[in-house]
C-alpha cells in the first residue's frame, strides 16, 4: 500500500512552558481509517491542526503525497489544502445558507476570491453537490437553511462539504462529541464508507475509545505530546489504554465492556 502521510519527527512548542507536540513519528497509507485517542490536552488537536498548517509545527517534517508540506509558501498551501479535507465537532457551518450553499463552499479553495465572493459555481459542480448530499442521505434537505437540520445532519453536511474538495485526506476533529449516540453511529459509518469504498485516507480525534476501536485500521494513543501507542486497535491492551489516558482511564474501561478483560 501506498504512504500518504509521513509525519516525523514533529513538534510543536506554543511556549516556552507548552510542548504541545514532542517528536512525533507515524505514516499513514491511502485509504486507511485512523483513530487518534487520548486525554484531554494530549495534543491531538494540536497535530491535526499542523498537518493541514492552520498552525505552523515548530520542527519536523510533514509529507503529503511526497512533498513536505511544512516548506510550502502561501501560493502552495491553498493547492496542499485542497487535498486536505477538514470535519469539525461544531461543524463551522454557515446557518443563515442552503444546505447546497455550505457544500459549494468546499470548492472555494479551487476559485479566484471573485467567483468565490460571487458565489459562482459551475453546473458540474453543482451536480456533484446534489450527488454527495443524495450519498449522505440528505436529498430531502438540499434546499433547507442549515439552522433547521439536527447536528447530525449537519456533520453531514460537513462530511459533504469536505467530500466535494475531492481530497485525499480527511481530517475530523472530534466529529462526534456533539452529537447521540444513534447519530454517532451514522457519522462513523459514512466515514468509514468514505475509506473504503472512495480511497480516501481519514484521521479522526475521538474522545470514544470504543468507537476508535471499533472502527479503525491503526490507532495512534497519544499523551502529554508523544505517541504512546501506534497500532492495530486488536492489539491494543486494558493496560495500554491504561497508560494513554493515566488517570483518565477508568471511566473508558467501562465503555470498552471488557472487551481485552483479563
Ligand atoms: N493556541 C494555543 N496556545 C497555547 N497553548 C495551546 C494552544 N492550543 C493548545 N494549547 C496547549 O497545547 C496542549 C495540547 O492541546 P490540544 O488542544 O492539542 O490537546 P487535545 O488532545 O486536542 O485536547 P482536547 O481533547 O481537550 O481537545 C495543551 O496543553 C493546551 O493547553
Redesign the pocket.
Known amino acids: 500500500m501506498k504512504t500518504l502521510l509521513d509525519v516525523r519527527n514533529v513538534s510543536k512548542r ?2 516556552q512552558e ?1 510542548l ?1 507536540l514532542s517528536n512525533v513519528s507515524f505514516s499513514v497509507n491511502e485509504g486507511e481509517f485512523v483513530s487518534i485517542i ?10 491535526l491542526r499542523c498537518i493541514n498548517r492552520m ?1 505552523d509545527a515548530t520542527d519536523g517534517e510533514i509529507i503529503l503525497d511526497n512533498e513536505n508540506i511544512l516548506n510550502y509558501n502561501k501560493k502552495d498551501l491553498r493547492k496542499c489544502r485542497s487535498k486536505i479535507g477538514m470535519i469539525f465537532q461544531h461543524y463551522n457551518l454557515v446557518n443563515r445558507l442552503s444546505v447546497i450553499e455550505n457544500v459549494l463552499h468546499g470548492r472555494l479553495g479551487y476559485k479566484s476570491t471573485f467567483a468565490g465572493m460571487l458565489g459562482i459555481y459551475s453546473e458540474e459542480e453543482k451536480r456533484q453537490a446534489i450527488k454527495l448530499l443524495g450519498m449522505l442521505g440528505l436529498e430531502q434537505e438540499i434546499y433547507k437553511r442549515c439552522d433547521q437540520l439536527s447536528g447530525g445532519q449537519k456533520q453531514r453536511v460537513g462530511i459533504a462539504r469536505a467530500l466535494i474538495q475531492d481530497p485525499k485526506l480527511l481530517l475530523c476533529d ?1 466529529p462526534i462529541a456533539s452529537l447521540d449516540p444513534n447519530a454517532s453511529k451514522v457519522i462513523m459509518d459514512y466515514l468509514k464508507t468514505v475509506s473504503t469504498t472512495m480511497g480516501i485516507t481519514v484521521i479522526v ?1 475521538l ?1 470514544q475509545v470504543d468507537v476508535a476501536l471499533n472502527y479503525s485500521d491503526q490507532i495512534i494513543g ?1 499523551s502529554k ?1 508523544e505517541i504512546v501507542y501506534h497500532g492495530s486497535p486488536k492489539d491494543i491492551t486494558n493496560s495500554q489504554i491504561h497508560s494513554i489516558y493515566g488517570s483518565e482511564a477508568g471511566d473508558l474501561m467501562l465503555d470498552i465492556g471488557g472487551r481485552n478483560a483479563g
Open positions: 506554543y511556549s507548552t504541545a487520548g486525554p484531554s490536552g494530549a495534543g491531538k488537536s494540536t497535530l498552525i472530534e480525534n474522545h497519544v505530546g
